[in-house]
């Protein structure tokens, strides 16, 4: 059931394939490439630093942004009669989703990954912390979209949101600059990008980060689930 | 067993709004009920509760003998529905989305059975030329066509129709009409403001006003429900004389403008006025089905 769904998700794409090239592939891209190209003066550990900054920054944007409007639109009440009465479960039309722009953003992770295997050597890459890292940020990233999406349930008004929340993301996260201000970890985004620095050898392995990260995605789940599984999907106070 | 057996349904709002008030409906086997009633009258609000969206304050919903509370998977499984909106589809050919619709009831069923199943579905709606147009080339009657098409491609026996030709050009409308009157369903529940629409289609309708059932029945027992004024104008071939004329009529020249209460009696003095001085032109203006529905929708405002 699920092959359909993203086979359609994909599909329903084609009309806008130079905008998502744009976005998720050319832009991302000439960031990378300029990162780069700045690297004369810099150690290995700064690249690898402003590169994993950039994975976690394209997952905000990319992943965060386009699956909140995604999701808002399935829940909008006149697609939610229609998928009533059709086979899949609105659940597993977000799971679709969820695997559909997870595969879309991937191109932008392993790239960015293979600039810091370069920079940074085999060797520091502790394998299953950064597979367990990316698995954390891409649950706890994609269920945060999952649940604010289904709760506005308009496009029109997530996209509001999703203009400026990745901002906000992005900019109070140490996603390109140091910084230890104890402020920055009220964003849920600092402690997935804390968790594949330690992966990466970027910084010492701390079970704060893992922990926090850990608890917010089993509560950013919790929402999605109580969002996208309540029975009565349109029963809300008018 | 009726197809769809609502019982005293009542859906309060959390604001206190009585959107449904104990209102009971049923279609029985083969049989296409119409629902009518004016913007804000509760349609839309029973429709989501059958469609399990909504849950209904009281009463119960029974699908093909099912308790839809009790067994909610009865909705996906019996239950195809026609939205109001035309929902867009922009990157998808007609025929993929309708493939896509069809693996998703059928799974993965012989590609010629597909193939032949999306044909029997996209005919009878008109869009068999169109099959390999995308979803952002299509007129606004193309897409409520779709919509059509992938409640038929999906072959279950209940059809929930909100407003199905609404937007739609005269053209595609009778097609659409003829499309759900073929539709060979078990059973066809029809939400709609076309009042001719109704009466082309449905075999009984349920008149429904502030979220209550005002008015049932065919559409031609509605019609006998009550009583709506007549007029009649015609031209005689000689002066008519005043004993026969009724107390409320006019003379411009040679047309007389004659009003009734009742058709009956319009017909009956129009047929003495002829036996006995000939007309040469006449009109009446009986009243509509659209006209009654008004009449008595505005006298349970009243």
Known sequence: MISPLIEMELKGMRLYKTFLFVNLLLMPFALLFMMIMNSGSRTPEDISYLVSGFIVVSLVSSFLGTLTNRVSNIFEPSVLELYSTLPPRISKVVLAQFLTYSILVLPQVLIGLVVILYYQGVSRINAPLLTLAFLLAFIELGTLAVAIGARIGNPYKAMAVTTILPWLLVVFSPAYYHSSLQVLYLNPVTHPLSCIRSAIGLQEVSPIPWLVSGVLTVIFTALAIRNVGSRYMLEKPF | ?302
């Open chain 2, 1 to 302: 067993m009726n197809v769809i057996e609502i019982d005293n349904l009542t859906k309060v709002y959390p604001d206190g709004t009585k959107a449904n008030d104990g209102i009971s409906i049923n279609v029985k086997r083969k049989e296409i009920v119409g629902l009518i009633g004016p913007n804000g009258a509760g349609k839309t609000t029973l429709i989501r509760q059958l469609l399990g969206l909504l849950k209904p304050t009281e009463g119960s919903i029974r699908v093909m003998g099912e308790d839809i509370m009790g067994n909610p998977d009865v909705i996906k499984r019996t239950l195809a529905y026609v939205p109001q909106y035309p929902l867009s589809f922009p990157s998808l050919r007609i025929k993929e989305v309708l493939e896509y619709v069809f693996r998703m009831r059928h799974g993965n069923a012989p590609r010629e059975e597909m193939e032949k199943k999306i044909s029997e579905a996209l005919n009878p709606v008109g869009l068999e030329g169109a099959s390999q147009f995308f979803g952002y080339q299509l007129s606004g009657g193309m897409e409520k066509s779709l919509l059509l098409a992938m409640a038929l491609v999906q072959e279950l026996p209940v059809l929930v129709l909100d407003e199905p030709t609404s937007m739609v050009d005269i053209v595609t409308k009778h097609r659409l009409w003829e499309a759900i009157r073929n539709s060979n369903r078990e059973g066809i529940l029809l939400a709609s403001h076309d009042m001719n629409e109704v009466k082309a289609l449905c075999d009984r309708v349920y008149l429904l006003v502030h979220g209550k059932i005002v008015a049932s029945g065919t559409p031609a027992d509605i019609v006998s429900m009550i009583k709506m004024p007549t007029e009649v104008r015609l031209i005689p071939q000689r002066e008519i004389p005043s004993r026969i004329l009724p107390k409320e009529h006019r003379k411009r020249g040679n047309l007389y403008e004659l009003a009734f209460d009742t058709l009956e009696k319009a017909l009956e003095t129009v047929e003495t006025i002829t036996k006995s001085v000939g007309v040469s032109c006449l009109e009446i203006e009986s009243p509509s089905f659209e006209n009654l529905v008004i009449n008595l929708i505005g006298r349970d405002g009243e």
